[in-house]
């Protein structure tokens, strides 16, 4: 089956531009990680892919033309999860997954079989069994992204959309849960696209990266490329510096304009 | 692994149906049997059996042509105002959100209103009113698109507006009719008088209808509590759900008010007092407000008319009164349960 390849995508509010003409594409189990400053567009990429907000160009995946699909046939191809996803305190965890079955249940219909196992089989994967009876309202940061991804899963589609999964988490939940995602999209054959802020994590995670400025792809390829320092200095307009972690990984330093506070 | 039985989505229990039930059950027989006609228990039992000598006359005519029609006109009317509330809260993701939002209260009272001050025949009064509320909602719908974009807080304010328009002309035309003031007065406070079974029949067929829908959309509503994006990236079609479903708690809520006049507090203390109780999910909340609102209305309306009897309270100071302190009680103890 093809993977995710996006041509040409431009997407405008109004008078204002946000993409002008993104070309991304994401080879079938690949995880390709979409990096650049706040108000670059990555969001917006996210949303354009997946068809909720309106744009023009052409996004395909698995062969299929996502602009033709309905509403419900997109969402059984592509599962996209939002930077704050919504959490209503009192709602079951149980239920919560189940949602993710609505592209596979028909407008007035109710869960069948098939849907309960695959939310239970979700919340398995993620380990969550006994979570299920839980409110949301009850779970940690780190336990929520967890049941979020499981909705994702139970959604049974194989592109995932995630809009900075772990912005919300303290670093070892961020390494626990991006870990989980990479070890789903290895058992499940998913194509991952993630907007990511961290891009020390961004490098050790994704098998790709996209900068994204202004709206335009600045450059595309391995992290180690990517992640070059004068250029990501230049685009989020920070000093930036890009260390050798000793492991073949790199790991990104802001630093400080002024110097360190202990040098004045 | 998977030793454990599969989970299983909350759903209504027996117990909760049970439960609802026997609310009915309790209310319906308080209203039918007490009045200034006192009718004992045990002998409308055995009526209803067949026993045709149980009852006087007098006794089984008022049973049917008055207390019997009172009482399922304000179980319809209860059940379908907090049906209403409920899914306005829960197409709005607003807990205050109530029946009347969108503007059916005030276009409702306008019709009203107005059939009243022009003395016109009694029959048309709820037909005035039942144009009112849907002209209403129709004009909040359209003047919430105009301005483009398609949020529901753009529909709310939009509400909000052609609330105060329709009252602000409601107030001018009591007004200038001060003759029938008071009537006018009456129906807004609410009040569920009955000749015969006309106004139930005159109901019925609009309150199938509207709970149907609302209820075939519970499971829509509870994905629509993941808010507008995350529910049509899993491909629900939103503002459809949306339109359907405000479209027939309106139509259900502008019959209810047409023949019961403005009352308040059912619409949203009933739901809340359910989601405190029983959680998150629709698909409990939604036929549980049915039964409750049923059985709240009618031990409301059984009040209304037995505290000053013979002379009747109106029926939403009752709600009101009954319902706040009751709503305290269940904000307290569903703490305390947590």
């Known amino acids: ?17 946000i993409l002008h003409g993104v070309n991304v594409s994401a080879a079938r189990g690949e995880w390709v990680g979409v990096i650049g400053p706040n108000g670059a567009g990555k969001s917006t990429l996210l949303r354009a892919i997946h068809g ?103 959604q049974e589609a194989s592109l995932l959309l ?29 194509t991952v ?32 490329d990517v992640l070059d320092a004068p250029l990501i200095s230049q685009h989020y307009g920070a000093t930036i510096r890009i260390l050798d972690d000793g492991l073949g990984g790199v790991v990104v330093v802001p630093v400080r304009q002024n110097g360190h506070p202990a040098d004045q | ?6 989970d299983r989505p909350t759903r209504l229990t027996p117990r909760a149906v049970l439960v609802g039930l026997a609310a009915i059950v309790g209310a319906f027989s308080l209203g039918s049997l007490i009045g200034p006609v ?55 993701r607003n807990p205050l959100a109530d029946p009347y939002l969108l503007g059916v209260a005030a276009g409702a009272g306008l019709g009203a209103t107005v059939a009243i001050s022009l003395r016109a025949a009694p029959a048309v009064l709820p037909a005035a009113a039942f144009a009112g509320a849907i002209i209403a909602v129709a004009a909040t719908y359209a003047l919430g698109r105009s301005v483009g974009q398609r949020s529901t807080t753009t529909l709310i304010l939009a509400g909000v507006a052609m609330a105060s328009f329709l009252t602000a002309v409601q107030t001018y035309v009591q007004q200038r009719h001060t003759d029938t003031l008071r009537e006018v007065y009456a129906w807004i406070l609410g009040r569920l008088s009955t000749s015969g079974w006309h106004e139930v029949l005159l109901i019925l067929p609009y309150l199938i209808f509207g709970g149907t829908v609302i209820l075939l959309h519970r499971r829509m509503l509870d994905v629509l509590s993941l808010g507008e994006e995350e529910a049509s990236a899993l491909g629900v079609p939103v503002q459809r759900v949306r339109l359907l479903v405000v479209g027939a708690a309106t139509l259900g809520t502008a ?32 036929p549980l407000s049915a039964m409750f609102g049923a059985a709240f209305l009618i031990v409301a309306d059984l009040t209304a008319r037995t505290v000053l009897s013979p002379a009747e309270l109106p029926i939403g100071v009752v709600t009101a009164f009954l319902g706040a302190p009751f709503f305290m009680l269940v904000l307290r103890t569903a703490k305390g349960l947590r």
């Open chain 1, 1 to 17: 089956m093809n993977g995710l390849s996006v041509g040409d995508l431009r997407v405008a509010f109004g008078s204002v531009t």
């Open chain 1, 52 to 154: 909720t907000v309106p744009s023009s160009g052409a996004v395909m995946f698995g062969g299929h033309d996502m602009g033709d699909l309905t509403g419900t046939a997109r969402a059984r191809l592509a599962a996209f999860v939002p930077q704050r996803p919504a959490a209503p305190p009192n709602m079951r965890v149980f239920d919560y997954v189940l949602l993710g079955r609505s592209p596979h249940i028909s407008y007035l219909g109710v869960e069948g079989r098939r849907d309960i196992s695959a939310a239970d089989d979700a919340l398995g994967s993620l380990g969550m069994v006994s979570f299920a009876d839980r409110l949301l309202g009850e779970l940690s940061g780190g336990e929520f992204q967890q049941v979020v991804l499981a909705r994702a899963l139970a």
């Open chain 1, 162 to 190: 995630l809009d900075e999964p772990t912005s919300a988490l303290d670093i070892g939940h961020q390494l626990h849960v991006l870990g989980l995602i990479d070890r789903l999209r290895n058992k499940h054959d998913l």
């Open chain 1, 193 to 224: 696209l993630s907007a990511m802020h961290d891009l020390t994590l961004a490098a050790q995670f994704c098998d790709r990266l996209v900068l994204l400025s202004h709206g335009v792809v600045v450059t595309d390829g391995d992290p180690r």
């Open chain 2, 1 to 6: 692994m998977s030793a454990a039985a599969p």
């Open chain 2, 38 to 92: 006192h009718i004992p228990f045990g002998m409308a039992i055995k009526w209803l059996f067949g026993s045709t000598t149980a009852l006087t006359d007098r006794q089984a005519d008022i049973l049917i042509a008055v207390r019997l029609p009172r009482v399922v006109l304000g179980g319809l009317v209860g059940s379908m105002l907090a049906l209403a509330g409920a899914s306005y809260q829960g197409v709005f």
């Open chain 2, 255 to 286: 019959a209810a008010v047409a023949v019961s006049g403005l009352i308040g507090f059912v619409g949203i203390i009933v739901p809340h007092a359910i989601r405190l109780v029983t959680g998150a999910s629709y698909r409990v909340i939604l």
